[in-house]
């Protein structure tokens, strides 16, 4: 699971704990997602019923965290009557188990939540993800590798950093072959077809950043040819001096 995904998934959890028993019952009670690509956009249809025993008028309807949109529901439930939740989801900024949550919101302001569950396959795979700048200083520099490879192992991965990250990094691309053994340590000289990758900060600048705010938080995003809609990417944490 990648590390906006986590927050994302952490925070859909602690909602639905939250929330009241519903009066809205949702068939199945957790709808199941199933595994899908990281990248892709699904349609989903939700179905239930309203068992509060009178009518239920909605204001607007909501995903916990991001990624959905094209939402249609009825402005008015009738009271044992059957409900449906149109809306499609957006899978760009997801990885590993997901928890997505939908939320009804009465003209009451009361919620009733529909929950999902399901998979995000990332099409690369990181031997690391997070990296520790340490106390920095702007403008130092700070050089970190990695080796990345196809989740599937067919191929090896086309990356390249993202336009956006390459204002403050750089990076060399090296093709190896690797071995992982199962305590996931990895070694060249193996037959996965992978690259290394070693990126540097180009000298961060604190511009842009509030002058009160001492650590740092930075995704650094990669792409890909092969997978556009993929959002490959690393974190660089730290605090500045």
């Known amino acids: 699971m990648n590390l906006k995904s986590f927050f994302f998934v952490a925070t859909a959890a602690l909602s639905i704990q939250a929330f009241a028993v519903d009066p809205i019952i949702f ?5 199941q997602i199933g595994e899908v690509n990281q990248g892709d956009v699904k349609h989903f249809i939700l179905k ?17 965290g991001n990624g959905c949109s094209n939402f249609k529901y009825p402005t008015t439930i009738a009271k044992n009557g059957a409900v449906k939740v149109e809306f499609d989801m957006d899978f760009s900024d997801m990885e590993g188990p997901v928890s997505p949550t939908v ?89 996965i077809l992978a690259l290394k990758i070693t990126f540097s900060t180009k000298g961060l600048t604190r511009e842009g950043w509030e002058l009160k705010q001492q650590s740092i ?25």
């Open 217 to 241: 938080r930075k995704f650094v995003g990669f792409k890909s040819k092969k997978y556009p809609r993929a959002t490959p990417e690393v974190l660089v944490v730290g605090f500045w001096k």
């Open 48 to 64: 239930g019923a309203n068992v509060s025993g009178k009518d239920i008028n909605l204001e607007n309807v909501m995903c916990q």
């Open 103 to 191: 939320v009804l919101v009465g003209t009451d302001g009361k919620p009733y939540v529909a929950a999902l569950e399901g998979s995000v396959k990332a099409p690369f795979f990181f031997s690391e993800k997070m990296f520790d700048a340490g106390y920095y200083t702007a403008g130092e520099k700070r050089e970190w590798s990695f080796y990345v490879w196809e989740t599937d192992k067919k191929d090896r991965p086309d990356l390249t950093l993202s336009d956006e990250a390459a204002k403050d990094f750089s990076v060399k691309i090296k093709n190896v072959k690797v071995a992982v053994d199962e305590n996931g340590k990895v070694t060249e000289g193996g037959k």
């Open 27 to 31: 068939t199945p009670a957790i709808y």
